[in-house]
């Protein structure tokens, strides 16, 4: 149907413009809607071989973190939004979709500790459950207080910084 045609068209057209990174976003949300975000990373790729200083542009940044949101991957979300995050175009969207990260009780695995044996900050295994909360505790007490550095930097009319600020006093 809808869906369909307007994903084949934003494809062509990145077939011809890689860099065309509103046509890119909106198709990662087309494929996520139908399903296929295993499609995104060739488009992504296409855009950063089209020149050198590609991975400098905070519009594929930008895309690379919605796709890395959607797919579940909130540290690398928030690394290629922290990229995009001074962009005039692609700012303060980036900066939304990080506080959203942040704010989310589903993405618990953003600080929590990794349970990796070489992971400096883990160098001490606890098996208490009592210090597994302690540490999911702080987690959350850390990422609330980065949600709120970033709420500062969205311009005071925006609507949505309205609305987050409202909702980052609740947690």
Excluded at 46 to 51: G, K, R, S
Excluded at 67 to 84: I, K, S, W
Excluded at 102 to 110: G, H, K, R, T
């Amino acid at each position: 149907g809808e869906y369909e045609a307007a994903t084949f068209h934003f494809q062509q057209l990145l077939e011809k413009k890689p860099n065309h990174y509103n046509a890119l976003n909106r198709l990662i949300m087309l494929l996520r809607r139908a399903g296929k975000l295993q499609e995104v990373p060739r488009f992504l790729k296409l855009a950063e071989n089209l020149n050198s200083r590609a991975s400098m542009d905070a519009g594929l940044s930008f895309c690379k973190g919605i796709y890395y949101r959607y797919t579940n991957n909130p540290r690398e979300a928030l690394n290629a939004f922290y990229q995009a995050r001074q962009d005039h175009e692609w700012g303060p969207r980036s900066i939304v979709h990080m506080i959203e990260i942040y704010l989310n009780p589903d993405n618990e695995a953003v600080f929590a500790p990794s349970s990796g044996a070489d992971d400096d900050n883990n160098s001490l295994h606890r098996t208490s459950s009592t210090a597994n909360q302690q540490d999911y505790s702080e987690s959350s007490v850390q990422a609330l207080n980065s949600a709120r550095e970033l709420l500062k930097e969205l311009p005071k009319d925006n609507a949505k910084s309205k609305i987050l600020g409202n909702n980052s006093f609740y947690l």
